[in-house]
Nanobody, 126 residues
Framework: QARLDESGGGLVHAGGSLRLSCAASGRSFERFFGNYVMAWFRQYPGGGREFVAGILPNGGRTDYSDAVQGRFTISRDNAKMTAQLLMNSLKPEDTANYYC???????????????WGQGTQVTVSS
């Protein structure tokens, strides 16, 4: 069964950095990981999930929300079936639960993604 597992969350001071990782597993990813768009979303308590960043299957194009543009960098390693999110210059408003997602197209709507991880908490103190 297709599975995504996030890691790398934690507590950091404002201005600091964190690197989130997403590891894919399961037969469908073993065969087709290189065909999936990978993305990161975040969710605040009591709110919906908002798009953070996405990357095309071949890594040729990335997309970011305005809130993180210039501070966050998404990347992927198809051979290792992983995706990463490097977060620099973190702000208290970046505090959220971060989710990795896989889907067929690079869009900023959570409905366009078919597989989700369980999330990893990021907390930025002021």
């Amino acid at each position: 069964q297709a599975r995504l597992d996030e890691s790398g969350g934690g507590l950091v001071h404002a201005g600091g950095s964190l690197r989130l990782s997403c590891a894919a597993s399961g037969r469908s990813f073993e065969r087709f990981f290189g065909n999936y768009v990978m993305a990161w979303f975040r969710q605040y308590p009591g709110g919906g999930r908002e798009f953070v960043a996405g990357i095309l299957p071949n890594g040729g194009r990335t997309d970011y929300s305005d809130a993180v543009q210039g501070r966050f960098t998404i990347s992927r390693d198809n051979a290792k079936m992983t995706a990463q999110l490097l977060m620099n210059s973190l702000k208290p408003e970046d505090t959220a639960n971060y989710y990795c997602a896989a889907g067929p197209t690079l869009r900023n709507s959570q409905g366009d993604y078919t597989t989700w991880g369980q999330g990893t908490q990021v907390t930025v103190s002021s």
